[in-house]
């Protein structure tokens, strides 16, 4: 039975591809072939084809890899390190006065 992949939104849709035309250009600068990528990330050609496609179907630790290979793994540290507003949300739901502003 195949895989069924939920659908995507089209915003998170657009994300995808740019993504993927953001790791091919990384991966073109580094001067590395589709097929060096895939062997040293452990996948085939067609998967990494998918990846820089924008296809939602490949796994995000197929991507931690393939940034690992390019030297971009410190990047994925970065997404959603600043959560405003879930700290918003959280100081809204506590008793008192919201943190960082004073008592009037």
Same mark, same amino acid.
Not at 32 to 45: F, N, P, S, W
Not at 62 to 86: H, K, P, Q, S, Y
């Given at each position: 039975?195949?895989?069924?992949?939920?659908?995507?939104? =089209?915003?998170?849709? *657009?994300? %995808?591809? $740019?993504? /993927?035309?953001? #790791? &091919?250009?990384? &991966? *073109?600068?580094?001067?590395?072939?589709?097929? +060096?990528? $895939?062997? *040293?990330? /452990?996948?085939?050609?067609?998967? #990494?084809? &998918? !990846?820089?496609?924008?296809?939602?179907?490949?796994? !995000?630790?197929?991507?931690? &890899?393939? #940034?690992? +290979?390019?030297?971009?793994?410190?990047?994925?540290?970065? %997404?959603?390190?600043?959560?405003? #507003? /879930?700290?918003? !949300?959280?100081?809204? $739901?506590?008793?008192?006065? =919201? *943190? /960082?502003?004073?008592?009037?």
């Amino acid at each position: 039975m195949a895989k069924r992949t939920p659908p995507v939104f =089209p915003a998170a849709a *657009r994300q %995808l591809v $740019a993504l /993927g035309e953001r #790791l &091919r250009a990384a &991966r *073109r600068r580094r001067r590395l072939t589709q097929a +060096v990528v $895939a062997a *040293r990330v /452990g996948v085939t050609k067609q998967t #990494l084809a &998918r !990846l820089e496609a924008g296809n939602p179907s490949t796994s !995000l630790a197929t991507m931690l &890899r393939v #940034l690992a +290979v390019l030297g971009l793994a410190a990047d994925i540290d970065r %997404l959603a390190a600043d959560d405003e #507003l /879930g700290r918003q !949300l959280q100081d809204e $739901a506590q008793p008192g006065p =919201p *943190r /960082g502003r004073a008592a009037p």
